[in-house]
């Protein structure tokens, strides 16, 4: 492993740890070169899932898109930052398990939203808001009206 500082490759281990959130080794390494210390982590190379989007495109699966999604409908919520990221591993796993090499962005979307429905009913109606392009205020009153009959159910 070269050194991000210095680029120099007489580096050395001095911990590891394995991350059970995102399923990686955190390993943590020293430069013999420059004295830095800097963290790496490792993941299982899995199959490679392509993303299908609304148009047509296709694009390699990126974990940190759906993180990304969560985190903004998340945003100012009582949710750490860690269960965020459980989720969005939850997901990606999900997909993994499957064994399909292609699925489609509207999948991925109703995967956020059914764990975010899970999660929190505000970041739910967030997500859902903008995944399904709302435009009027019924459209909110419905989501919030059905949200509210299943938690008094």
Request: proline share 3%; aromatic share 8%; hydrophobic share 30%.
């Amino acid at each position: 492993m070269r050194c991000p500082y210095c680029g120099s490759s007489n580096t050395h281990v001095v911990d590891s740890r394995f991350v059970a959130s995102d399923n990686s080794i955190r390993r943590r390494r020293v430069c013999y070169a420059c004295k830095r210390r800097f963290t790496t982590y490792e993941r299982v190379y899995t199959m490679e899932i392509t993303v299908i989007k609304k148009n047509g495109n296709r694009e390699p699966f990126d974990r940190n898109k759906v993180l990304n999604g969560i985190l903004k409908a998340c945003e100012k919520r009582p949710i750490s930052r860690e269960r965020m990221e459980e989720v969005a591993e939850k997901i990606e796993r999900k997909l993994i398990s499957q064994n399909k090499s292609e699925v489609t962005s509207r999948k991925i979307g109703e995967m956020v939203m059914s764990e975010l429905y899970k999660l929190d009913p505000v970041a739910y109606i967030r997500f859902a808001s903008v995944y399904n392009n709302f435009d009027s205020p019924d459209q909110f009153r419905k989501i919030a009206m059905m949200l509210k009959s299943k938690k008094n159910a």
